[in-house]
């Protein structure tokens, strides 16, 4: 197993976002109602994997098989499907010792939401994010390369957050 690598935040990261967002553009932009940055990186001064997680918003779930295919034939991506059944379609690539994890998925997604609803709320609450991050780097102390651990050991801490966020 490999090891669960958490780094300082890099002010890089909104640029890869970016470049990551442009090629996005490239592929399926006709289909895309929005694309956002979210995930660790998207929160300046938060400790993160060196994954840049990108979510695209599609216009309608009916483009989403096309979208889908569109990007699987792309060689920069891999194609992991809909991991956990919520409607995320999920690529990754990977660029040096940065990677890029993009999700497709249709309007009013529900995990999605919830990801924004969490990112902005560790951006206006430093407390929180500090507390985050705190926990991250000592689940990936923890691990010892078990990302069930590593990811588990986060959702509490996460579902609190939503639950604060959405209230």
Not at 100 to 116: A, D, I, Q, S, V
Not at 146 to 160: H, I, L
Request: hydrophobic share 40%.
């Amino acid at each position: 197993m490999r090891a669960i690598k958490v780094v300082d935040y890099n002010p890089a990261w909104p640029g890869l976002f970016e470049e990551g967002k442009s090629r996005t553009m490239e592929l399926i932009g006709g289909m895309v109602d929005e694309i956002h940055h979210v995930g660790s990186t998207s929160v300046v001064g938060l400790c993160a994997k060196p994954k840049i997680d990108i979510d695209a918003v599609l216009r309608s779930n009916a483009m989403v098989v096309e979208a889908v295919e569109r990007v699987k034939v792309c060689s920069d991506f891999t194609f992991h499907g809909d991991p956990y059944s919520d409607g995320m379609w999920t690529f990754t690539s990977g660029h040096g010792s940065y990677g890029t994890r993009l999700y497709l998925c249709g309007p009013e997604n529900p995990t999605h939401f919830k990801r924004m609803l969490f990112r902005d709320w560790l951006r206006t609450h430093p407390v929180d994010a500090a507390e985050y991050a705190a926990l991250k780097r000592k689940l990936a102390a923890e691990a010892n390369g078990d990302w069930k651990f590593y990811t588990g050991g986060k959702s509490d801490f996460v579902a609190k957050i939503v639950r604060q966020a959405s209230a």
